[in-house]
Nanobody
Framework: QVQLVESGGGLVQPGGSLRLSCRAS????????MGWYRQAPGKERELVAR??????ISYADSVAGRFTISRDARYTVYLQMNALKPEDTAVYYC???????????WGQGTQVTVSS
């Protein structure tokens, strides 16, 4: 089991930036696919950005060109969010998927609010 702790959420004005961090309890390098998801009130959870274990990256169309997913050497995954819009307001969750076991682990979520 991988424990994930997100941080970096908060209140930001439209056009602003935030960087979210996700710290894993074990090394996620080379095995897990890491992703950021978000869930807005009354909506389903949706994929924002994903980095496969081999390094391939994909983004939702709604954030492509504004958000960037990255990782450090072993334990932490980041989501740099620029040019934020009110529609980016949501709880953001970090996810670790182990393709060998099929297990999904989730963080507790961090609130991002984009408002003037």
């Amino acid at each position: 089991q991988v424990q994930l702790v997100e941080s970096g959420g908060g209140l930001v004005q439209p056009g602003g930036s935030l960087r979210l961090s996700c710290r894993a309890s074990v090394s996620v390098l080379g095995i897990h696919a890491m992703g950021w998801y978000r869930q807005a009130p009354g909506k389903e959870r949706e994929l924002v950005a994903r980095m496969a274990s081999g390094g391939r990256i994909s983004y939702a169309d709604s954030v492509a060109g504004r958000f960037t997913i990255s990782r450090d050497a072993r334990y932490t995954v980041y989501l740099q969010m620029n040019a934020l819009k009110p529609e980016d307001t949501a709880v953001y969750y970090c996810n670790a998927f182990n393709p060998y076991t099929g297990r999904d682990d989730w963080g507790q979520g961090t609130q991002v609010t984009v408002s003037s």
